[in-house]
């Protein structure tokens, strides 16, 4: 069983809305500092959004005021909300689960998804 499972990408007109779920395998009390990266073709993976044990959010300014992250521990699952969508966002998005709140580094998650693509059209 894969530790975490994204699904909910797809293709979308720019200005439009997604919602990404991550559901996990894994135990939250164990590995309850959540994430969400993407990585566009030739380029690194990008911190996109996290969510530590308090419920406090982090996101990057490209997509601050954008993106939502939201967590469902009873259902071991979390969300992206994706509005206001811009083809600069095309890229696969993966979920991640460390023990470290709130980094933005990719070395800090131990657990991550298979990646589901986002594509934005202008």
């Known amino acids: 069983q894969e530790p975490l499972v994204e699904s909910g990408g797809g293709l979308v007109q720019a200005g439009g809305s997604l919602i990404l779920s991550c559901a996990a395998s894994?135990?939250?009390?164990?590995?309850?500092?959540l994430a969400w990266f993407r990585q566009a073709p030739g380029t690194e993976r990008e911190f996109v959004a996290a969510?530590?044990?308090?419920?406090?959010?982090y996101y990057p300014d490209p997509v601050t005021g954008r993106f939502t992250i939201s967590r469902d521990d009873a259902k071991s699952m979390f969300y992206l909300h994706m509005n206001s969508l811009k083809p600069e966002d095309t890229a696969v998005y993966y979920c991640?689960?460390?023990?470290?709140?709130?980094?933005?580094?990719?070395?800090?998650?131990?657990?991550w998804g298979q990646g589901t693509q986002v594509t934005v059209s202008s």
């Open positions: 991640a689960a460390g023990r470290v709140a709130g980094t933005r580094h990719v070395g800090n998650y131990d657990y």
């Open positions: 894994i135990r939250f009390w164990d590995y309850g500092n």
């Open positions: 969510i530590d044990w308090n419920g406090d959010t």
